[in-house]
């Protein structure tokens, strides 16, 4: 086809509309218009990895969180019972030595936190008390004539304790047990009423008898560590020494408990007879009690205390006056002492009250005050001087009200104890009615002594006359002894240079009593000198751990021409 020219239009030919029709179609064939696919994979991975991650941590949310937090609560549980244990071992302390001690008790427990991953909120565990629980002592008699006069009142041996529990309120450790002190034993228990003790405690041992009473209130719910102060209330705890009041009667021990018949046949196994002193243990699962008694004809070591813990605690006050050292003494020359203590129900010193003493019978007076305030181990002493030889009388009470004379309220058992007809030292009254001289220089005189031990002293002696003397009796007293915490009451005496025995157990505070091998040499004999060795059954020391009290020795001396004399010395390092 030739193109045609329209007129008007420069150099480009006329296109019919059959031509631009035929152009537009070949155009469009050449174009592709089904979907593209590439980058498809790409897009597809990307979900798929998200979705992965999302599923995996959906996962470890359900299954690994619970069990993470599981573990962490498990520890924590272990972690308390640690915590019970030291305020097991700080309720001992008070008791022991009456000091206050504090810890902690992690009651709650936190989780770590988890990026991306939902934690629940602070598990918090309950720290409580129980409510007081009763403990009794049957058929118990002291060797102590005061102490028994007082555990022979009604009540005397009843006491309260309670016990201090924690129980877990975990979100995933839904097994974790409860923790519980009771009377000294640490014991988990769980909601089946399973046990499992960790610590026996030390109630029953061979012959000795500790119990340490909890006092107080608590209650505390706490995602933080709680602090528990023990606080002594009756303490530093002492031992009394006991018995069963009578054949057929043995000692009995009730106590409050939640544990059971088996529990406690195995706490006590190593002590039941007739390897052990404890006859039987029989629980009550009624009243919750058990009741352990104890074997018959041997003498116990008791040592009770309180301690607080809490608020709420109820103060022990005096309970009964009792005499320190022998309970009647030989009143010297010079002055004796005359000790008293001052005790709460748990048999443990009462500081800062008042005592007071009088003489009720025989010449003597006081050096010393009265009333007096007691210290720190609830004792008073005074010093009773005798004027002449006549037996003495002497009484001491509780004075609460501090005005030295015996009122009507307080002239009660408990709180009065009476030295009766105390014998005053034969040779304070020679036959002239004047008062012996002290160490004498004439006859057998007093050279020097040497302190080997707490509980043993050589005392050497020289006879300066020219005549024989023999020793035939003795009699030994005490005048100071600053360990307030021993009490001697024996002494053995023995010669030094043969090993003879003079006196064997003799009894201190007792009268003159007959001695052997006591003989002196004359002067220039080579056998004037004599070195008596006395050893005591109990530590006479003070805080330089060497004998350094002083003793007050008398001798009934007889001559070989039948001449009797007697000696009376203050011997001292």
């Known amino acids: 086809m030739t193109p045609r020219f329209t007129p008007g239009t420069v150099g480009l030919p006329e296109v019919s509309s059959i031509e631009r029709l035929d152009t537009s179609r070949r155009v469009l064939a050449g174009m592709n218009f089904l979907p593209d696919r590439r980058g498809v994979s790409e897009v597809l991975g990307a979900i798929l990895v998200f979705a992965l991650v999302i599923a995996v941590l959906v996962i470890v949310q359900v299954a690994g969180v619970p069990a993470a937090n599981q573990q962490i609560e498990f520890e924590h549980n272990t972690r308390v019972q640690a915590d019970f244990q030291e305020f097991d071992q700080n309720v001992d302390r008070a008791a022991a030595l009456g000091a206050e001690s504090s810890s902690a008790v992690e009651t709650g427990v936190r989780y770590p936190p988890r990026l991306f991953l939902i934690n629940p909120g602070p598990a918090a565990g309950t720290l409580a008390t129980s409510n007081p629980s009763s403990i009794s002592f049957g058929n118990v008699s002291a060797l102590n004539a005061e102490t028994d006069g007082y555990f022979q ?116 196994a190593d002590e039941m007879a007739p390897v052990g002193n404890v006859q039987s243990v029989v629980v009550d699962e009624t009243a919750d009690t058990v009741t352990i008694t104890l074997k018959e004809g041997v003498t116990y070591d008791l040592r009770l205390s309180k301690v607080g813990v809490g608020t709420g605690h109820t103060e022990e006050g005096p309970a009964y006056l009792t005499k320190v050292g022998a309970s009647s003494p030989a009143i010297q020359p010079g002055g004796t002492d005359i000790t008293v203590e001052l005790r709460d129900r748990f048999n ?134 600053p360990d307030k915490n021993s009490d001697p009451t024996e002494v053995d005496v023995v010669r030094k240079d043969s090993g003879a025995t003079v006196a064997s157990n003799l009894k201190l505070g007792d009268q003159l009593t007959p001695v052997s091998n006591g003989g002196f040499g004359k002067v220039g004999s080579g056998d004037e000198e004599v070195t008596l060795e006395f050893t005591f059954d109990d530590d006479l020391y003070s805080a330089g751990n060497s004998f350094e009290g002083m003793l007050i020795v008398t001798f009934e001396a007889k001559s070989a021409a039948g001449e009797v004399t007697y000696l009376t010395y203050f011997v001292a390092q």
Do not use: C
């Not at 529990?165 to 228990?189: C, F, K, M, Q, V």
């Not at 304070?428 to 043993?456: M, Y």
């Open 153 to 268: 009142t009604a009540g005397a041996l009843n006491f309260e304790s309670t016990t201090l529990s924690y129980r877990p309120s975990y979100n995933e450790y839904d097994s974790a047990p409860s923790t519980t002190y009771e009377h000294g034993i640490l014991y988990n228990s769980d909601e089946n009423g399973g046990t499992a003790v960790f610590d026996n405690g030390n109630l029953i041992s061979g012959n000795r008898i500790s119990l340490t009473t909890l006092n107080g209130s608590l209650s505390e719910s706490s995602t933080k560590a709680v602090t528990l102060d023990a606080v002594p209330i009756s303490g530093p705890a002492q031992t009394v020494s006991i018995t069963n009041t009578a054949s057929g009667s043995p000692i009995t021990l009730t106590l409050g408990t939640t544990l059971s018949q088996a529990d406690w046949s195995k706490l006590l």
């Open 348 to 481: 443990n010193p009462v500081a800062g009250e008042t005592v007071s003493f009088e003489i009720t019978t025989g010449n003597a007076t006081f050096v010393g005050t009265t009333p007096a305030t007691t210290d720190d181990d609830g004792r008073t002493t005074i010093t009773v001087n005798p004027i002449d030889n006549t037996s003495i009388d002497i009484r001491a009470w509780y004075d609460p009200d501090g005005d030295n004379n015996l009122d009507t309220s307080e002239d009660t058992d408990p709180f009065v104890v009476e030295y009766n007809a105390l014998p005053v030292s034969d040779n304070a009254i020679p036959p002239t009615g004047d008062l012996k001289d002290i160490n004498p220089t004439a006859n057998i005189r007093f050279v020097d002594a040497d302190a080997k031990s707490k509980t043993e002293i050589e005392a050497t002696f020289r006879n300066d006359d020219s005549t024989e003397w023999t020793i035939t009796q003795m009699r030994m007293s005490f005048v100071l002894n």
